[in-house]
């Protein structure tokens, strides 16, 4: 839950998941409650994170449903959601790993995982 990968859109990946463009971004959850529901329904949950871009992200159902109101079809509330920093987005799309945002992953695990220098923060 704590990284997102930002990775080269397949052949298969319909524009609906890319916006048209040519990555995606998956992130898997580290919650019981997503990854239930992924399990019930045998195939992965394609979404956004919480909030709008540029916005902090959201903590509460309540947040969410007042940030989004009418727009969303469903909220899934559970009492034990995790709160700290958001995930940390590394771009593996292109030759050169790039840093886009560094949350609760600190730039310098990635770099142990890494060759030195071969990541652009």
Not at 23 to 36: E, L
Not at 48 to 65: H, I, M
Request: glycine residues 10%; aromatic residues 2%; proline residues 7%.
């Amino acid at each position: 839950g704590a990284l997102t990968l930002v990775l080269k859109r397949a052949d298969g990946v319909v524009d609906e998941i890319s916006a048209g463009g040519d990555s995606v971004a998956i992130r898997v959850p580290n919650h019981p409650v997503p990854r239930a529901i992924v399990s019930q329904l045998g195939t992965p949950i394609t979404g956004t994170s919480a909030n709008r871009t540029g916005r902090p992200g959201l903590v509460t159902a309540e947040e969410v449903l007042r940030e989004f109101g009418e727009e969303l079809d469903m909220i899934v509330d559970s009492p034990d959601l995790p709160s700290g920093l958001a995930s940390t987005v590394l771009d593996l799309s292109t030759n050169v790993p790039r840093v886009i945002r560094e949350g609760s992953v600190l730039w310098s695990d990635i770099e142990r995982v890494c060759k030195p220098r071969s990541i652009i923060l």
